[in-house]
T-cell receptor, first 114, second 112 residues
């Protein structure tokens, strides 16, 4: 199993450009999440999708939009990139707390906005 | 969300047990305790989680205090691969979706 796959792995954008980060999971998980991690910091939740067809804001949603395309895929869009959005972005998927495992994270997308 | 407090860093010798502490004095009765770790340049990795009873899995053990105000992640035999940042996180219980808020964690160094 591939687990959680994120594309691209690296990206450099100019200020004002737009892009979409892709995330796909093959574990049939209901919930999916987008986090960002700035240098030396913990992860901060941007948006999440508790189930197919629903999305909710996390701690730092400003400047981002998301789409839960189907059960497998959850994309994150930057409409007009800003230098403050330079970060590593992680996608994760998971089931409920009664499962005997937690979130599975992707390997991340390193985004630089110049 | 209830907060957790962890030491910024810890060191351990290779092949010795490691006890990583976490304080969560404001935990509510329905908060689960989660542990994740993050190796350098990788995404976080699930380690273990529990509600009230101690938990064991192939990676580690989770010891939860009787009053639930603190917990300890136990790595039974540290290896160099266990050098990582370890996050202790609380979440609201529920059968469905839950959200995790990551703090700065404890950076564990393993000395050969």
């Amino acid at each position: 199993n591939a687990g959680v796959t994120q594309t691209p792995k690296f990206q450099v954008l100019k200020t004002g450009q737009s892009m979409t980060l892709q995330c796909a999971q093959d574990m049939n998980h209901n919930s999916m999440y987008w986090y960002r991690q700035d240098p030396g910091m913990g992860l901060r939740l941007i948006y999440y999708s508790a189930s197919e067809g629903t999305t909710d804001k996390g701690e730092v949603p400003n400047g981002y939009n998301v789409s839960r395309l189907n059960k497998r895929e959850f994309s994150l869009r930057l409409e007009s990139a800003a230098p403050s959005q330079t970060s590593v972005y992680f996608c994760a998927s998971g089931q409920g707390l009664r499962a005997n495992y937690g979130y599975t994270f992707g390997s991340g997308t390193r985004l630089t906005v110049v | 969300d209830a907060k957790t407090t962890q030491p910024n860093s810890m060191e351990s010798n290779e092949e010795e047990p490691v006890h990583l502490p976490c304080n969560h004095s404001t935990i509510s009765g329905t908060d689960y305790i989660h542990w994740y770790r993050q190796l350098p340049s990788q995404g976080p990795e699930y380690v273990i989680h529990g509600l009230t009873s101690n938990v064991n899995n192939r990676m580690a053990s989770l010891a939860i205090a009787e009053d639930r105000k603190s917990s300890t992640l136990i790595l039974h035999r540290a290896t160099l691969r266990d050098a990582a940042v370890y996050y202790c996180i609380l979440s609201i219980s529920g059968a469905g979706s839950y959200q995790l808020t990551f703090g700065k964690g404890t950076k564990l160094s393993v000395i050969p």
